[in-house]
Structure formats: C-alpha cells, structure tokens
C-alpha cells in the first residue's frame, strides 16, 4: 500500500510526563465531535470502541473533502478498467455530480483488484482494476468523493470455496434460481472475512464503505427447515425471524465498530420496502435497527422494482409519486431514532423493459429529475444513481430539477 500510513500516539509518553491517571483522564477526554459536520446541520458527538483505539490515528495519503451533498453513480471494477471511467470522470467534470460507488467485492464474490500474491485473498480477486493507486490518485484530482462498494453475503466464491460457511441443500451449496449462492449471515468468520476486505478498501484511501446484500437469501423463511447450515452462536430461542434479524443487525454493528479506526463512514443498502414493514421476516433486515448502526442509510427505491404500492398500480410509469410516497414513510421511520443516519436512496437510471409493455416506460432526464425533485420535497438531498452498465442520462438537472 504505498500510500498508506498507520500512526499511532505514543502511549508511554503520557504515562511519562502524566502518570497513569494523566493518562486515563486524557484518554476519557477523547472524543470525535462534529461527526458528519460537513454533511448535514446534525452534529454526532461518538467515542472511540477502547481507549487504545483512540490513539490511532489513520492517513491513507490521499485529501478527500465531504462534498455539500452526496450525488452519485455505481461504477463496475470493470468499467475502472477500461476507457469508460475516463468518460465518467468527464461527466462528473461537468455536472453536479460529486462520487463514485465502486465495486471492490462484487456479487459474484471477486475482489475486483489483485492484491499482492502472498494475500490471502489473491486467489478470489481479478485484474477488472489494474492499478488501484492511480485509480485513487485520479478521483483526488478530480475531487470525486470515493465509496467503496462491498458485497456481503451473496457470495459464490467464497460458498464454492467453503461449503461449510454456506447453506447445503443435499449436501450441496444451495443456489438461487439465478444460479447465485449466499454465505451464512450467522457466522462470524463470514463477518471477518467481509470486514477485512472492507479494511483494504479504507486502507486504499476510500472514505466510505458500503455494504450490499446485508441479508439473507430472498424468501428465506420458506427454506430455514430445508436447508442444511449452522446457527453460530444464535443458538437460544425458537424465533427464526428475530435470530436472522439479530444477526445482520450484528453484522453492521461490529462492522461499523471494526472500521472505527481508520476514519470512514459505514452504509448499508437495503430493501426500500423494508422501511414501510417492522421488519422483513425472510431476509432479516430491520430497517430501524440496521439504521441506527450506520452512518448513511441507501435504500434502493427504484420504481420498476416495487410491485404495486402505495396505492399506484404500475409504479415504474409513476417516479414522482413513487418516491415521493417512499420518501415521507421513511422521514417518518428516521426521524423516530435518536441519532439517524444520512438518507442517500439508490434511485432508477435505467429502462425496465422486462417489465413489458404497458408497465414501463424509458427513463430519460425527466423521469431522472422527477425522483429528485420528490426527494428535494422530501429534504432528502443525497442520492445514489444505478445504471448496472454504467451508462447514465445525459442532460439531467441534478440540483434544481
């Protein structure tokens, strides 16, 4: 990591000139106030996990600034790759827009870099991202705030790999029928194993690491009889759906704790229907409780994925109303916690034509904007754009649409 600086404050320092209970007092004085300052009004005052880890000061070598609001688009390790990111960058140039989420795990369960060949985790990477220093290099001149994306728990690599930290069905790893396998949200081991990635991806200068798939496999309450797979440390009690709940809410709580160290913020995407229901039962995302252990909540509220809502029979043809109606729920959810985290929804840049004629229609810059502007109504102003191919809409009004 050639730009990459772990400093830590001279303990015995203070024990010289001050004495242990110097030490301790000083320790008790150290906080970090002011946390989220450059995002919103609201100001967070957190401490260090452990006195220790108060001393640590990281510097990946790189000067990112919180932009005035998030305003961003998915990038594929693929696209970081190729002639395309030159094309993004220029884009972002020229318009309001101010990030990049990039994928540094991604669904399949590739690391989308080769890391250095003794690493363990050099067997499970591709070269999509040849040099991740000049990749990082460029976003810092070009003031691109970076999130770093990380799939979590739909995983094929790693359940082909480890079997026993997947689901069997048969004594085989069960798959989807999209042919995808998931690993086992109750083991730690699995937890370990993400958050360490997520540690390299601080460690190479990003300022925000966003965890995908923080769940159970879809319709998992039809399967947990059926599947063969182990409960960790879960083992107390007879209610499946608030031990699966319990374990992804773990997850991001200690995730959010191991990262604690090197000074980046921790977002989750989930489900947007799962703010409008106490909790998914399948899956075990609560939106509240995962909410209330991250710094950024995204919820991914594109129109042509929700069946019908709302009241609105055919939400693709209907972006305004949609997130709107979306947007006042999870005001109302957020605004019931203590401290919230920042709200930065995914929103559609893309055309749902799967969805057949009469139920979609071909998203341009005013259907872009009009989700926008409902968030704007809705005094959400962060926001996520997805266009799996990386190929967004040209002309749109970010910022007065």
Not at 122 to 143: K, V, W
Request: proline letters at 5%; aromatic letters at 14%.
């Amino acid at each position: 990591m050639g730009k990459t600086k772990l400093f830590l404050a001279s303990i015995t320092a203070l024990l010289v000139f001050g004495g242990a209970s110097a030490f301790a007092e000083e320790a008790d004085e150290v906080k970090t106030a002011a946390y989220h300052q450059e995002k919103q009004t609201n100001l967070v005052e957190r401490e260090w996990p452990d006195i220790v880890a108060r001393f640590v000061v990281f510097d990946s070598g790189y000067t990112f600034e919180y932009p005035d609001a998030v305003r961003g688009i998915y990038v594929t390790g693929n696209t970081v790759g190729v002639q395309r990111f030159d094309e993004l960058i220029e884009f972002l140039d020229t318009t309001a827009l101010n990030s990049m989420v990039i994928d540094i795990k991604e669904d399949h369960g590739w690391l989308t870099y080769r890391p250095d060949e003794d690493s363990p985790y050099y067997e499970i990477s591709q070269n999509f991202i040849p040099d991740t220093e000049a990749m990082m290099s460029r976003l810092e001149e070009h003031e691109i705030y970076p999130i770093a994306r990380v799939v979590v728990f739909k995983d094929s690599v790693l359940a082909e790999k480890r079997p026993d930290l997947s689901f069997l069905e048969n004594g085989e790893v069960w798959k989807n029928n999209r042919n995808e396998a998931f690993v086992n949200p109750f083991l730690k081991e699995v937890w370990d194993y993400n958050i360490d990635i997520a540690i390299k991806a601080a460690e190479m200068g990003f300022q925000e690491i966003q965890f995908d798939y923080v769940r159970f496999p879809e319709g998992f309450e039809r399967r947990d009889d059926i599947l063969e797979y182990d409960v960790g440390p879960y083992t107390d009690g007879d209610d499946n759906v608030q031990k699966r709940v319990d374990a992804v809410t773990d997850f991001v709580a200690y995730a959010r704790e191991q990262l604690e160290p090197y000074d980046v913020d921790v977002s989750v995407d989930i489900f947007g229907y799962a703010a409008t229901i106490s909790e998914a039962p399948g899956i075990g995302q609560n939106f509240s409780r995962i909410s209330d252990n991250v710094d950024v909540i995204s919820s991914m509220i594109y129109p042509s994925h929700w069946t019908p809502y709302f009241g609105i029979d055919k939400p693709d043809l209907y972006p305004y109303e949609l997130v709107d109606e979306y947007a006042k729920v999870e005001n109302e959810v957020l605004g019931a916690l203590e401290t919230p985290p920042v709200s930065r929804p995914w929103i559609q840049d893309f055309t749902a034509s799967w969805l057949g004629p009469g139920n979609y229609m071909t998203y341009g810059v005013d259907e872009v904007e009009a989700q926008i502007r409902a968030l704007y109504d809705n005094d959400i102003y962060e926001f996520l754009l997805w266009n799996a191919n990386n190929r967004y809409t040209r002309g749109v009004n970010y910022l007065e649409p």
